[in-house]
């Protein structure tokens, strides 16, 4: 017969205990309020403000007219007027702006003999959805900018759009570069703190720590698998990625090794700090998913990295993943070498310091 | 000096939190003996344990094990010492050949191979060398346990009850062990509630609350305690038992099978309590030894009136 008294026994005792793990509990009301926030603020599917660099071959006002009227829009945040094309050219590889605007010399000239010139807009197209509303909405843009300066003149430009390094738009070619830094933060953080909370839980920690041992030969002896594990992965990756997907390689393997291997370090140093923190196996894992998810939603891997908020993007910058990723799309998909990604590089060397040097402070060499 | 003795640490004290869980420890413990580490649950014995061996850093105190500073050395200690722990600490997922190559590679042996084949041989664990330890029984995994801890001939073995959980034949077994390394020159330091098994130490030290209350040969331990003790053998002992239960002059009383035993240290106010029952039909009253459980049992209710 069904008790009720048993069952609020057995409910009791639940909430107790939930009550009692606090860190799960934490988990509990942490995630809604985390997920909230981020999807409901700092995630755009529909990004604006999106940084562009003009480069002006023309002064006059007709270029005036569309600066302003791209500055006005809310597809562009216009960071700069240059004149370099080779300034222009670096930017959009090295992912500093989305667009640039070529504004051809003569411009207003040919405008007004109506030679219909050409004005260009190379779009960052690496990321699809980054790229489509702006280039989407660019030749409107400039029509209007002009119709005050032309009157009813037939179409007085022509707009040549770019979509550079992906020019068919498909999504897998940003993707997969994306899904490099997030199956490296799950597994690499996740497998070493586990591993590690799993000797302190089964009491094993105790027999190692009996032993004349040391704990940096403990530290190596328990990681180095996990990067055997790691470097496997990305080789699946990338061959599934060229095979299946036909994702180019197009920039320096030296600084995709330099990226790789230092993001997997970052990875397992704060899998050793969860460790040292959580004090079991579902805490340990607890704590990576805490990570995990704003890995996922703020490192631009879901969700385009410049449609996000100001906060949302500083809070994104301390992420390693944030920074793994967008050197990795750099160097697959725009070709980009060891100098363009140093501002991604050293980042993750940063953070690799400090979390390094927490995770050894924290570690215990006695069972205090 | 030290170097006769096994284990010289003085004035150990660990406190976790507010809680003083080893209160002012001293002991000393010569080459090759056996001594017992008795104590209530909770009473520190653990925590001892892990001093010595320099798994834990005292808050006060120190000495040395083996010779060797605890605080200072603590890595010559460990590569010379045996520990074994309270919960079976080797891995579960290996097998037992693997579990005690891993120690022995930990240790640093030489030929390790040669070395694992030897202790599976000494602990008849040969036959269940590829066998996983999770799978293994109680009394199997302790001795895997002792073979894992006294692999690289330690000097001293420390075990933390060893035997808990585990059948008698296991513990006599497990003994037998202890037993030829301790003829080999080990010094043991066993902790263990078993009354069979501290009577075969050679001393005692009796811990509780964090305070060592008795240490001595085990034979002299009942004498020191000075309780008194009668047996009162017959039917019907419920009523007595009742009647005599924090009666005046007793100290102790405890059912042995059909007798009671009742103690106690002042021998005319004890008298004066069995008196009536003396000559009764059916009822033997002797003069009994006091036994070492006795010996314990009130040492314990001693220690918590005092720290409780």
Redesign the interface.
Known sequence: MTSLSRILAIMGKEFIQMLRDRLTFGMMVGIPVMQLLLFGYAINTDPRNLPTLVEMGDNGPASRAITQAMETSEYFDLIGLTTSAEETESALQSGDVLFVVTIPPNFERDLLRGDRPQILLDADASDPVAAGTGAGAFPTLVQEALAPLLGEMSPPVQTVIHRRYNPAGRTALNIVPGLLGVILTMTMAMMTSMALTREAE???L?????????PHEVMIGKITPYVFVGSIQVAILLAGARLLFGVPFLGSPFAFLAAVSLFILVNLSLGFLFSTVARSQMQAMQMTFFIFLPSILLSGFMFPFAGMPAWAQTLGQALPTTHFIHAVRSIMLKGAGFRDVIHDIWPLAVIFAVIATLAMLRYRR??? | MSEALAIDVQGLTKRFGDKTVVDDFSMQVPRGKIYGFLGPNGSGKTTTIRMMCGLLKPDAGGGTALGHDIIRESREIKSRVGYMTQKFSLYGDLTVRENLTFMARLHALKNTTSVVEAALEEYALAPRANQLADTLSGGWKQRLALAAASMHDPGLLLLDEPTAGVDPKARRDFWDRIRVLARKGVTVLVSTHYMDEAVQCDNIAFIAYGRKLIDAPSADIPERVGLITWRIEGKGLQPIYDALHGADGVDQIARFGSALHVSGRDAERLERAIAPYRGQDGLIVEKAKTGLEEAFIWLMTGSEDNFQ
């Open positions: 089964r009491g094993t105790e027999t190692l720590l009996a032993t004349p041992t040391r006695t069972l205090d």
